[in-house]
C-alpha cells in the first residue's frame, strides 16, 4: 500500500500549539493582577514572559475545556439557570495611564442568580490539597498562595460586573481534573463576593505601575516565598 507522505504527527502538534486569544493577551489581566507575587505582576506588567509551562501543552487543556463548557451552555439555553448566562464576555477593570483600559473575561455570569463561576482545570492530587483547605484542614503554603490568588482573580472579576452594572452576591470556584474518574473528582468552593478585595489588588497594581513607570524594574522586587517558580529559582 503506497503511503501519502503527509506528517500527520507533526500536523497535529501544530494543531495543538496554535496561538489562541490567550497566548495572545499583552496586557495584564485579573489573573496577573491576583499574583501575590510582587515580581511577578511587574513582570507581567512589563510584558516579560514568564517561561514555558512545565507541561507541553500549557493551557491548551484548560482552553479545551472551557470551550466544551461554553458550547454545552448554548446547547442548554432551555435550563432556567442558563437562560441568560452571559459567557466570556469582556469586563473593564479600570485604566492605567500611559498603559491603556485593562479587561477579563469571566468565564461564566448568571445574572438572575447574581452569581460568577470561574472553571479551572487541575488534577486529583492538587484538588485533594483545595479541598483540605476548602475544609480548613490544609497548611500547605503553595495551595494556600493558589487559592489567594484565584480568590482574588475572581473578586477583580466581581469588581468589574459590578462597574458594568451587573451585581453579583457571590462566586464559585469549580475545579476539573484533567485525570479525574468521575463527578467525586470535581471540587467546588463558593463565597461571597468582596469588593474590598478587589479594591485592595486594583490600588496595588496602580501603586506598582507608578514605580515601574518612575523607573523601578521588576528584578528589583522580591519575590514571593510560596511563589513555585521564584523558590525554584531561588528567587523568593
Known sequence: MAMSGLKIKELSIGLFQSETDRDRQRKVGASQISDPCTRHLAMAIMGD?????????GGKIGTAVHGLLEDSIEKSRDVPEF????????????????????SSKPDLVLPAQKHLVD??????????????WIDGESTDASINYTMQKY?????????????????????????????????VDVVEYTYEYDEQIALALWNRLVALWDEL??????????????????????LS
Open 49 to 57: 514572559k514568564q517561561g514555558p509551562s512545565k507541561y507541553w501543552l
Open 83 to 102: 437562560a441568560d448566562a452571559v459567557v466570556e464576555q469582556k469586563i473593564t477593570l479600570g485604566e492605567l495611564p500611559e498603559y491603556g483600559v485593562i
Open 119 to 132: 472553571w479551572k482545570t487541575s488534577t486529583r492530587a492538587k484538588t485533594k490539597k483545595i479541598q483540605k
Open 151 to 183: 480568590i482574588g482573580q475572581t473578586q477583580l472579576y466581581a469588581w468589574g460586573c459590578a462597574q458594568g452594572g451587573t451585581e453579583i452576591e457571590t462566586i464559585s470556584l469549580v475545579f476539573i481534573n484533567r485525570d479525574g474518574t468521575n463527578e
Open 213 to 234: 513607570k518612575e523607573g523601578s524594574h521588576p528584578q528589583s522586587y522580591s519575590g514571593n516565598a510560596d511563589c513555585y517558580n521564584c523558590s525554584m529559582n531561588g
